[in-house]
């Protein structure tokens, strides 16, 4: 489909434009308050972390309770679906 054309158009472009602005990211995100700045508000305050280890002798030097760095948590990187 292509943009509407004619002397009378503006209002259906701007209006279209308007709706697909919220697909942008970072215009949601600046546009939809405090929900969205607060990562973990209204979950628990112990999560769980599961790795991948890629070898069976890494494995050896993994305690339990290990500081983790965590890359990637969050939606930017596409964890969440």
Request: charged share 30%; glycine share 12%.
């Amino acid at each position: 489909m292509t943009k509407t054309r004619g002397m009378e158009a503006g209002r259906k472009l701007k209006s279209h434009h308007r709706i697909q602005r919220w697909a942008d990211k970072s215009y949601k995100r600046c546009h939809l308050g405090n929900k969205w700045k607060k990562l973990f508000a209204g979950s628990s305050h112990g999560k769980k972390i599961v790795t991948f280890v890629p070898n069976d002798g890494c494995l050896n030097y993994i305690e339990e309770n290990d500081e983790v760095l965590i890359v990637g948590f969050g939606r930017k990187g596409h964890a969440i679906d």
